[in-house]
C-alpha cells in the first residue's frame, strides 16, 4: 500500500490544513509514514511570512529532489502560503514538484495522488473533519484576508475573506466533540471579521454562543484578532459565555503611529491602547498576547522605542516578535527600501526579547501558590502538560489524571515561559463538581 507524510510549517491555519490533506490520503487508502524519506507521497505545506520558514520549505524541497533522482516515482506535492495564483517561477525552480495547491485548495493534490497511485478519490474531500483529532483541535472559520497589511503577503496567496456557514460549523465542533475533542481554536487571518459575509450577517460572538451550548465542548478560543475588528459585543462574550477562554491575541506590530500609518493598519497606538483597555475592563483575569515586528522599513531608533514603551505599558504575557522580512509582492517590497540593517534587526529583536523575558518572569512568579484548572492535553519527555484558560503552558508532576481531564491545580514553579504543577494536591473537575 503506498505511504504518505504530510510536513508543515507555519501558523496554526496551515496545521489545520495539514490535518485536512491527511484525512484526504488516508480515505484514499495511503499509509502514513513517520519518516519523510521513505513516504511514497510527500505533501509539504509551506508558509512565506517571514524569510526563515520559506528557506526550511525550500531547503527541504532541494532535498526531495535529490532523493526523487534515486525515486523517480515518489510524489511531492506543495500547498500552502509559497504558492499563489501564478506557479511558473516555482515551477521553474522546482521541476520534482508534481502538484503545486492554493491554500485550502486539496483537490489539485488528491487528484493527482489517485491518478498516480491508482486510489480512487471517491469521498476524499466530503466533511474533513479529522478522524483522530488532538484533545486540543484548531477549527478554520473564515479563511483569506482583507486588510492588505503593506508588509504581509497573506491575502495575495489566501484570497479575499470568506467565512464558513454557521450551522457547518456547529456540526464540525459536534463532531469533534463525539471524537473527544475538549477545547476547540477558532481560526482566522482576521478571526474577528468572522461573519461579515454572510446573509443573514453574524459575528464571531454569534457563532461562540452557538459553540458554547455543545455537549463535551469545555473551552473556546479564537485568534488571530485584529484591533478595528475586536467589537465590543465580542470583548462582552469572551466576559458572558463560561466555555470562552479568557486569552486574546491582539497584534499591535508597532508602537509608533508613523510606522503603523506605513503598514497600512489602520489604528493608532492610542486606539490601540483604548481597545486594551477595554477589554481588560470587561475581561477580569485576561491574558493578552501580541505580535510585534522590528525594522520595518524607515523605522528610526526612537520609533523602535516607542514599541518598547508600548511592551512596558501593556505588560503582555506572551510576545510573538520578528524582524521585517521582505515579501515579494507586497506594497512594502515594491515601494518601501528595507533600510534597517540586518545586524540593527537583529540587536532591536535581542532587546524585544530581553525585555519580555524580564515582564514574562514577573507576571508567572506571582502566579506561584495560585490555583488554576488545568486541561491536560499532551505530554513531554514523559511528563503530562496542559494549559489554563488564560493559555499558560503547566509541565506537571505526580499521577492521576488522563488527557482530555480538567484538574485543578497549585502553581509551585515558574519560567518566562512556563509554570510547573503538583498533581499530588489536585482534584479532578469530576471531583470539583461533587463538592
Known amino acids: 500500500m503506498p505511504s504518505y507524510h504530510v510536513w508543515t510549517v507555519g501558523c496554526q491555519m496551515n496545521v489545520a490544513d495539514s490535518q485536512r490533506i491527511d484525512l484526504s490520503l488516508e480515505r484514499m487508502g495511503l499509509e502514513r509514514e513517520e519518516q519523510i524519506n521513505e513516504a511514497d507521497v510527500v505533501v509539504v505545506n509551506t508558509c512565506v511570512v517571514r524569510q526563515s520558514a520559506e528557506d526550511t520549505a ?6 526531495l529532489g535529490k532523493e526523487k533522482l ?3 516515482l515518489k510524489v511531492i506535492a506543495v500547498m500552502g502560503c509559497m504558492v499563489g495564483p501564478d506557479q511558473t517561477d516555482l515551477k521553474r525552480r522546482f521541476p520534482q514538484v508534481d502538484v503545486w495547491a492554493r491554500p485550502q485548495e486539496f483537490q489539485p493534490i ?9 486510489l480512487s478519490t471517491d469521498g476524499c474531500l466530503s466533511n474533513l473533519t479529522p478522524h483522530q483529532p488532538d484533545i486540543a483541535t484548531f477549527v478554520p472559520i473564515v479563511h483569506g484576508c482583507d486588510k492588505f497589511c503593506t508588509f504581509c503577503i497573506i491575502p495575495y496567496r489566501r484570497g479575499r475573506e470568506a467565512s464558513r456557514p454557521v450551522e457547518e460549523l456547529v456540526n464540525e465542533v459536534t463532531r469533534l466533540a463525539h471524537r473527544g475533542v475538549k477545547e476547540v481554536t477558532l481560526l482566522g487571518q482576521n478571526v474577528d471579521s468572522y461573519g461579515h459575509d454572510l446573509r443573514p450577517r453574524v459575528d464571531l460572538a454569534d457563532l461562540m454562543e452557538r459553540i458554547q451550548e455543545i455537549d463535551g465542548i469545555d473551552r473556546i478560543r479564537f485568534l488571530t484578532s485584529h484591533p478595528n475588528d475586536m467589537s465590543t459585543r465580542i470583548i462582552q462574550a469572551i466576559a458572558d459565555l463560561p466555555k470562552v477562554c479568557e486569552n486574546v491575541n491582539l497584534p499591535f506590530q508597532a508602537g509608533d503611529d508613523r510606522v503603523l500609518a506605513e503598514m497600512r493598519r489602520g489604528y493608532t497606538s492610542g486606539q490601540f491602547l483604548d481597545r486594551i483597555d477595554e477589554i481588560r475592563d470587561t475581561v477580569p483575569h485576561v491574558t493578552l498576547t501580541t505580535d510585534l515586528i522590528v525594522g520595518f522599513p524607515g523605522e528610526s531608533e526612537a520609533e523602535f522605542e516607542s514599541s518598547m514603551r508600548m511592551l512596558e505599558r501593556v505588560r503582555f504575557d506572551k510576545v510573538h516578535s520578528a524582524a521585517y522580512s521582505e515579501r515579494d509582492g507586497t506594497y512594502a517590497s515594491r515601494k518601501m ?5 540586518r545586524d540593527e534587526k537583529k540587536r532591536r529583536l535581542r532587546a524585544v526579547d530581553e525585555l519580555q523575558a524580564s515582564i514574562q518572569s514577573e507576571i508567572n512568579a506571582d502566579l506561584i501558590g495560585q490555583q488554576f484548572d488545568i486541561l491536560v492535553d499532551g505530554e513531554t519527555r514523559g511528563r503530562l502538560r496542559g494549559r489554563t484558560r488564560g493559555d499558560k503552558l503547566v509541565y506537571l508532576t505526580g499521577g492521576g489524571p488522563a488527557l482530555g481531564d480538567t484538574v485543578r491545580i497549585g502553581i509551585t514553579g515558574a519560567s518566562p515561559w512556563s509554570l510547573e504543577g503538583d498533581l499530588r494536591a489536585t482534584q479532578s473537575q469530576k471531583e470539583l463538581v461533587s463538592t
Open 70 to 72: 534515486n525515486d523517480p
Open 58 to 63: 525550500t531547503g527541504l524541497l532541494g532535498r
Open 337 to 341: 527600501p528595507d533600510t534597517v540593517s
Open 110 to 118: 488528491v487528484e493527482t495522488v489517485g491518478a498516480r497511485t491508482g
